[in-house]
């Protein structure tokens, strides 16, 4: 027997003559043999000598086994024929543990072998084959001492222990950081399934709401569009995600309106108006359209929400209201008008003689009839309020035509009731004048004066003021009545409203003034505004465009250097 299988029957001889001394000191000692039998023999007399012995039969499989181990005091190796291969074991296992110990078993006897082991940390060397086992454990236990003892020398040097008290540190820090880390993980996916919830209830909800809702960003680009707004403008969400209006083929009257109410949104903040469309079967609908801008969190410009709702059975419920109003006005004004030319006709005496006590009668039943015939204009008025037309007919007149065309009426009604009743025009006020339907701004003046007389105190005083600016009047009627809540504001102009006041019911009256007043004024893009709290007076104001050399100037916004000085902030009406 000759070679490497004579070099083994010997190894496996020295196994047989292991006979050394047991308590050799405790370590970990990895063993690199290709020799099965030599294997399982190395493995046991390292154990039952006290230490931990790990073998494997392969370097490859040495160096991924030495990498998962924590400890290694000592790694013994056969060498491989091929020197580089070699070295590049021994390096990699000192790199992972620079403490252990590295013993070679090798025939080879060259210097260029005993370099290269040098190099890669190499500290004894066993030649094989193996005469017994005496000397390898002797190597073990070298192996082991020079390991624990350079392992403790560095252990004792301060800048080690500094090292190993900052790995510790960072090791815990790590660790705390892999807790907290794993905390909000567990928050953000806690946080990601909540908002994937509220994300689907709110798509849920906008998919079914009635209304019709579309969103745009700020490049005008379109964000959301539910289901009702598909079908109100004729377009689908799979096609309209990602694309501006302008650019959709729809229903292109509305899609139009849209577009343009949310350019002007940009100046206005909201813009409301009601149009109708052809839906299928050529049936019509009245499309009300609600654009608003809206701000994130910062208060910057986030983009565009229009809302578009079906008003269609509201405005015909309304058209069936204002026609059965206009019909009954109608109806009642005929007979109204043969009471008055007989009630003319008996007080001039030409049905006969009138004594006194009659004549009192008659101006009591005149009087009546006269406030009966108001009553009857206002109804009309209030059928006529949704006409695109209404309040239309503007003509150029001067401010002090319409006060004193307003005030005259009221001089006697005044002085009955022991008010004063004072017109204030600033000097040159003659030569102001506006353009507008001059008949319906005397109505609103007529309908602020009768409530300004109907609701004061006997001896109170009733004032009509004007106040001129570079691009507007404003026109102003106070008094110094009862009062108005507070809570009711902002419902005394809906239609029929009267406040729930035993000082105000004992006045009666429909409800409908302020809102023809107020309808009127919206039609000249103006709007009807008061201040008031109980037991202190009402005083309702507007404003109109100021008319300069044949041109009526824009309203500019409210900035202060172009409107009425004092002058509150008015509500932005519809339209």
């Given at each position: 027997m000759t070679g490497p299988e004579n070099e083994r029957g010997q190894n496996r001889s020295a196994v047989t003559q292991l006979q050394g001394p047991?308590?050799?000191?405790?370590?970990?000692?990895?063993?690199?043999?290709?020799?099965?039998?030599?294997?399982?023999?190395?493995?046991?007399?390292?154990?039952?000598?006290?230490?931990?012995?790990?073998?494997?039969?392969?370097?490859?499989?040495?160096?991924?086994?030495?990498?998962?181990?924590?400890?290694?005091?000592?790694?013994?190796?056969?060498?491989?024929?091929?020197?580089?291969?070699?070295?590049?074991?021994?390096?990699?296992v000192r790199f992972r543990h620079p403490f252990a110990s590295l013993a070679v078993l090798s025939s080879k006897k060259t210097p260029d072998f005993f370099v290269a082991a040098l190099k890669a940390g190499a500290?004894?060397?066993?030649?094989?084959?193996?005469?017994?086992?005496?000397?390898?454990?002797?190597?073990?236990?070298?192996?082991?001492?020079?390991?624990?003892a350079m392992r403790k020398m560095a252990l004792n040097m301060p800048e080690v222990?500094?090292?190993?008290?900052?790995?510790?540190?960072?090791?815990?820090?790590?660790?705390?950081?892999?807790?907290?880390?794993?905390?909000?993980?567990?928050?953000?996916?806690?946080?990601?399934?909540?908002?994937?919830?509220?994300?689907?209830?709110?798509?849920?909800?906008?998919?079914?709401?009635v209304d019709?809702?579309?969103?745009?960003?700020?490049?005008?680009?379109?964000?959301?569009?539910?289901?009702?707004?598909?079908?109100?403008?004729?377009?689908?969400?799979?096609?309209?995600?990602?694309k501006r209006l302008s650019e959709m083929e729809g229903r292109r009257e509305i899609l139009h309106m849209v577009t343009e109410d949310q350019s002007r949104v940009l100046e206005e903040d909201r813009v409301s108006r009601t149009?109708?469309?052809?839906?299928?079967?050529?049936?019509?609908?009245?499309?009300?359209?609600?654009?608003?801008?809206?701000?994130?969190?910062?208060?910057?410009?986030?983009?565009?929400?229009t809302?578009?709702?079906?008003?269609?059975?509201?405005?015909?419920?309304?058209?069936?209201?204002?026609?059965?109003?206009?019909?009954?006005?109608?109806?009642?004004?005929?007979?109204?008008?043969?009471?008055?030319t007989f009630l003319t006709m008996m007080a001039k005496g030409a049905l006969g003689p009138v004594t006194e006590k009659q004549e009192r009668v008659l101006e009591t039943l005149k009087e009546q009839s006269l406030r009966l015939e108001h009553q009857i204009d206002k109804l009309i008025s209030l059928g006529m309020l949704e006409q695109e037309d209404f309040a239309r007919d503007f003509e150029?007149?001067?401010?002090?035509?319409?006060?004193?065309?307003?005030?005259?009426?009221?001089?006697?009604?005044?002085?009955?009731?022991?008010?004063?009743?004072?017109?204030?025009?600033?000097?040159?006020?003659?030569?102001?004048?506006?353009?507008?339907?001059?008949?319906?701004?005397?109505?609103?003046?007529?309908?602020?004066?009768?409530?300004?007389?109907?609701?004061?105190?006997?001896?109170?005083?009733?004032?009509?003021?004007?106040?001129?600016?570079?691009?507007e009047v404003l026109f102003r009627v106070s008094d110094t009545g009862i009062g108005i809540d507070p809570r009711y504001h902002r419902r005394i102009f809906e239609k029929f409203f009267q406040v729930e006041d035993p000082l105000t019911r004992q006045h009666g009256g429909a409800g409908l003034g302020l809102t023809v007043a107020e309808r009127i004024l919206r039609s000249h893009r103006s709007s009807l505004t008061l201040e008031s709290s109980l037991g202190e007076g009402a005083t309702f104001q507007f404003s109109l465009k100021r008319y300069l050399d044949g041109t009526t100037p824009e309203r500019r916004k409210s900035d202060g250097k172009d409107g009425i000085a004092g002058q509150g902030p008015r509500e932005r009406s519809d339209g």
């Open positions: 047991a308590g050799f000191l405790e370590g970990v000692v990895l063993v690199v043999e290709r020799d099965p039998v030599l294997r399982e023999s190395l493995e046991k007399a390292v154990n039952q000598d006290g230490g931990k012995a790990v073998v494997v039969s392969s370097a490859a499989e040495g160096i991924a086994v030495a990498a998962a181990m924590d400890q290694l005091d000592l790694f013994v190796l056969e060498a491989p024929a091929d020197l580089e291969a070699f070295q590049k074991t021994m390096e990699a500290t004894d060397f066993l030649e094989m084959p193996l005469k017994d086992m005496g000397s390898l454990l002797q190597v073990i236990r070298r192996g082991i001492s020079r390991s624990r222990r500094r090292h190993k008290e900052e790995v510790r540190r960072l090791t815990r820090e790590m660790e705390r950081l892999k807790e907290a880390q794993e905390a909000q993980l567990g928050a953000f996916e806690e946080s990601q399934e909540v908002f994937y919830l509220d994300l689907s209830r709110m798509m849920t909800i906008i998919d079914n709401i019709g809702i579309v969103f745009t960003d700020r490049d005008a680009r379109i964000t959301l569009i539910n289901p009702v707004a598909e079908h109100l403008l004729g377009i689908k969400s799979f096609v309209a995600i990602g149009t109708e469309i052809h839906d299928e079967g050529n049936d019509l609908l009245y499309v009300k359209l609600t654009t608003t801008a809206v701000t994130d969190y910062r208060g910057n410009f986030a983009g565009v929400l809302v578009l709702q079906d008003v269609t059975a509201e405005f015909k419920a309304d058209q069936l209201k204002n026609q059965y109003l206009s019909i009954v006005s109608h109806e009642l004004r005929t007979p109204l008008t043969g009471i008055k150029v007149f001067a401010v002090p035509e319409v006060i004193q065309a307003a005030v005259g009426p009221f001089d006697q009604e005044a002085k009955d009731r022991g008010l004063s009743l004072q017109v204030h025009m600033p000097p040159g006020t003659g030569d102001v004048k506006v353009k507008a339907d001059k008949q319906n701004i005397k109505r609103v003046l007529q309908i602020l004066l009768e409530n300004a007389i109907k609701f004061n105190r006997k001896g109170g005083k009733v004032e009509v003021s004007v106040i001129t600016g570079p691009g």
